[in-house]
Nanobody
């Protein structure tokens, strides 16, 4: 059974930082590209960032480019999202996902991802 467990969310003031983690089990972690998505109340799920199986290729949504950094440690089966210069509009539930269209160029279409975590809440106050 595949499990992905996110952690690291919380309440932070605008301009602050958080580091999210996602630890996966029940799958061969380095067989999968990974991604972070987020969903705010009343809004559609939005792709934030994705990373290839090796970590050599990354992609960011324009809304987070230059502020967020995705990385992975395949030895620890863990995906990370370092979030700096947080804004109130970053407030959302953040989810990690495994899969994507291609291990090297996975994209941010949520329908392409097979396995999802339960989410961790990020709240940024102004």
């Amino acid at each position: 059974q595949v499990q992905a467990v996110e952690s690291g969310g919380g309440l932070v003031q605008a301009g602050g930082s958080l580091r999210l983690s996602c630890t996966a089990s029940g799958l061969t972690f380095d067989d999968y590209a990974m991604a972070w998505f987020r969903q705010a109340p009343g809004k559609e799920r939005e792709g934030v960032s994705c990373i290839s199986w090796s970590g050599g290729s990354t992609y960011y949504a324009d809304s987070v480019k230059g502020r967020f950094t995705i990385s992975r440690d395949n030895a620890k089966n863990t995906l990370y999202l370092q979030m700096n210069s947080l804004k109130p509009e970053d407030t959302a539930m953040y989810y990690c996902a495994a899969g994507g269209y291609d291990n090297e160029d996975p994209g941010l279409d949520p329908d392409a991802y097979n396995y999802w975590g339960q989410g961790t809440q990020v709240t940024v106050s102004s």
